[in-house]
């Protein structure tokens, strides 16, 4: 999900092992888990590959994404009331924090996990109070599938992050605004280059 490993490069266990200090059993349950999931691929006699990208997959993935993160915003804008909305506001307040330092930074590289990371937990929050567990779940798996597209085909230069710094906070404010239209366009223009 942060580019670590090259779009359809092999993923050997044996050599895994030794990079993350377990046994090669370990890493191979850990492959199997994440094939699972649609992040590695996986071929009997073959071992496991990182997943590979293409812009029709993260086109597709991208689409379904936001058809479930729009219900889960607006069921969530609906139950969470204000626990949510402070929740939802520190979430971005952090995000907001490491995106405005990236776009001030000469390069966004060692920045990408910790960006990841702060992204992934905005929008969850946006969805956590959907009370759709399915919802919930199917979207944590296409979030990572979406992220590590994304990440394959993104040239993350410092001025990549100015318009999403708007776009998460054009979430926030439609989300805290309590405006259902708002909020699903919000989603919707958030991921608009991810269409095209």
Same mark, same amino acid.
């Given at each position: /999900?942060?580019? *670590?490993?090259? !779009?359809?490069?092999?993923?050997?266990?044996? @050599?895994?092992?030794?990079? %993350?200090?377990?046994?090669?059993? $370990? +890493?191979?349950?850990?492959?199997?888990?994440?094939?699972?999931?649609?992040? +590695?691929?996986?071929?009997?006699?073959?071992?496991?590959?990182?997943?590979? *990208?293409?812009? *029709?997959?993260? =086109?597709?993935?991208c689409r379904f994404r936001i058809v479930?993160?729009?219900?889960?915003?607006v069921a969530s804008m609906r139950n969470g009331?204000?626990?949510?909305?402070?929740?939802?506001?520190?979430?971005?307040?952090?995000?907001? =924090?490491?995106?405005?330092?990236?776009?001030?930074?000469?390069?966004?590289?060692?920045?990408? *996990?910790?960006?990841?990371?702060?992204?992934? @937990?905005?929008?969850?929050?946006?969805?956590?109070?959907?009370?759709?567990?399915?919802?919930?779940?199917?979207?944590?798996?296409? %979030?990572?599938?979406?992220?590590?597209? /994304? +990440?394959?085909?993104?040239?993350?230069?410092?001025? %990549?992050?100015? !318009?999403?710094?708007?776009?998460?906070?054009?979430?926030?404010?439609?989300?805290?605004?309590?405006?259902?239209?708002?909020?699903?366009?919000?989603?919707?223009? =958030?991921?608009?280059?991810?269409? $095209?």
């Open positions: /999900m942060t580019a *670590a490993f090259e !779009p359809g490069s092999k993923l050997k266990p044996s @050599t895994l092992q030794h990079e %993350y200090g377990c046994s090669a059993n $370990t +890493v191979r349950d850990v492959l199997l888990q994440l094939s699972k999931v649609g992040l +590695v691929e996986f071929e009997i006699q073959r071992g496991f590959r990182a997943r590979h *990208a293409s812009k *029709a997959r993260l =086109h597709d993935i479930l993160e729009q219900e889960g915003a009331g204000l626990a949510w909305e402070a929740r939802l506001a520190a979430a971005h307040h952090s995000l907001s =924090h490491i995106e405005t330092q990236i776009a001030r930074a000469p390069s966004a590289e060692p920045f990408v *996990a910790l960006w990841s990371e702060a992204e992934q @937990t905005f929008h969850q929050t946006l969805i956590s109070e959907c009370r759709i567990p399915p919802l919930i779940e199917t979207f944590d798996a296409v %979030y990572k599938q979406f992220r590590q597209q /994304m +990440v394959a085909a993104t040239d993350f230069t410092p001025g %990549y992050f100015n !318009p999403i710094i708007r776009e998460h906070q054009a979430i926030l404010d439609a989300a805290l605004s309590g405006n259902e239209d708002a909020l699903r366009q919000a989603v919707r223009d =958030h991921q608009n280059r991810n269409l $095209t």
